[in-house]
């Protein structure tokens, strides 16, 4: 499986936005309106065979011809969004995950993890207000401009509030699980403090191995109130937004989707939209 499309041997790479919108056909319409007055016209282009290192996949901005764009229903009230490029939400000034919310008036944010060792959350307001925290793996200036402030390290929603959507997750999806740990290296405050969360969401916890699993509606209602210090990306943080937003439909807001879908243009494997936009 390459890097690109989610877990391998070489680590994990996620790449998803979600939009607080139920109106699906609005979100169509409004980001039909931005990539056509971006300079864009709409396009359906036949199914193909990507390149091996292709553009769509991996280019950025405008170097890429073909721009693709999906979005189906996620949790109550949240709309997901796909596109490829993988970041194609977070570039432009402001971001054009920004412009989209601006022009509905709800909030939605990105979240990237870069091969298992970082995650980055890009959020945006009603009002186009944008937030950032985490960084992208050895590049951690991008989306920075400089040295991210040490307060905004580590992921954190400052913007979301996800407290509706996980109290859903919690009573609709009551076996879901997701699993985290510490390291041994950390030490006995931090190793209490986690364990302190854990007894009090009442978590499952094998002291033995240093590891712990929990409904992931408390790993997304915890980023909202502290930073992912203690939350492993791979398997944790990742599994939780993608089930507790993601909703029914969680299994296509994996990479996969991007891969085998948007870049060679095939069929959506769910109700929803795509938009391809080219120069």
Known sequence: MDTAQGSSSMG????????????????????????TEGGRRLTTPKPRTPA?????????????????VAGFQGAPGWTVLRTAPFELLMQGNPPLLARLAARLGVPAFQYNIYDSTSDFLLEVDGGGRV???GFVGVD???????????????????????????SWA?????????????PDSSSAQEQADLLHWLGEIG?????????????????VRKLASAPSVFLPTEGCVDEAIMTVFGGPN?????????????VPHARMPVAGFVLYAEI
């Open 52 to 68: 091996p290192y292709d553009p769509m996949q991996y280019g950025l901005g405008d170097e890429v011809q073909r721009w693709g």
């Open 131 to 133: 937030e950032r925290s």
């Open 12 to 35: 994990t790479w996620l790449n998803l936005a979600f939009i607080q919108s139920a109106d699906t056909n609005q979100v169509e319409k409004e980001l039909s309106r931005l990539l």
């Open 203 to 219: 978590a499952d916890i094998d002291r033995g191995v240093y590891t712990w699993r929990a409904h992931p509606a408390h790993v």
């Open 140 to 166: 951690v200036t991008r989306y920075w401009g400089s040295h991210p402030p040490e307060d905004r390290f580590n992921v954190r929603f400052h913007l979301i509030d996800p407290s509706a959507v996980a």
């Open 170 to 182: 919690a009573e609709a999806m009551p076996e879901a699980r997701v699993a985290g740990w510490w």
């Open 250 to 262: 969680s299994t296509h807001c994996d990479n996969l989707f991007l891969v085998q879908t948007l």
